[in-house]
C-alpha cells in the first residue's frame, strides 16, 4: 500500500556531508510525524532525529548541530543533512513514517528498507 524509498548514501570521509532522502509513495492520505533511525552492526536500532507534519523537529544529542531534518510535504518526502561526519555515524539508516492511508484513512506505520552510510577515518 505504501513504499518508503531512501536513498543518498555512500562513502565519505571523516568530515564530509552526505544528503539522505526518502520518498513516500502509494495510497496515502497524509504523513504525520516521520523519523529517521539508524543502526550500526551489533548495536540496536537508535533513533537519530523525527520531524512532524507542522516540522517541528528533535534530534539524539550526539548529532545536534551536524544533523537536520526536513521534509516536503508536497512531495511526500523527507531529507536528512548530515555534515560533519565521523565513523561514529557509520550505520544502515531508516526512515520511518507514520502514514494516514487514503479510502480507510487507517494510521500505519511503514519503514524503508534502509541505506548504508559508511564514515572512514
Known amino acids: 500500500q505504501v513504499q518508503l524509498v531512501e536513498s543518498g548514501g555512500g562513502l565519505v570521509q571523516a568530515g564530509g556531508s552526505l544528503r539522505l532522502s526518502c520518498a513516500a509513495s502509494?495510497?496515502?492520505?497524509?504523513?504525520?510525524?516521520m523519523a529517521w533511525y539508524r543502526q550500526a552492526p551489533g548495536n540496536e536500532r537508535e533513533l537519530v532525529a523525527t520531524?512532524?507534519?507542522?516540522?517541528?523537529?528533535n534530534y539524539l544529542d550526539s548529532v545536534k548541530g551536524r544533523f537536520t531534518i526536513s521534509r516536503d510535504n508536497a512531495k511526500n518526502t523527507m531529507y536528512l543533512q548530515m555534515n560533519s561526519l565521523s565513523p561514529v555515524d557509520t550505520a544502515v539508516y531508516y526512515c520511518?513514517?507514520?502514514?494516514?492511508?487514503?479510502?480507510?484513512?487507517?494510521?500505519?506505520?511503514?519503514w524503508g528498507q534502509g541505506t548504508q552510510v559508511t564514515v572512514s577515518s
Open positions: 520511518n513514517a507514520e502514514v494516514r492511508l487514503r479510502y480507510t484513512l487507517q494510521v500505519r506505520n511503514y
Open positions: 502509494g495510497s496515502i492520505s497524509s504523513i504525520n510525524s
Open positions: 520531524i512532524t507534519s507542522g516540522s517541528s523537529t
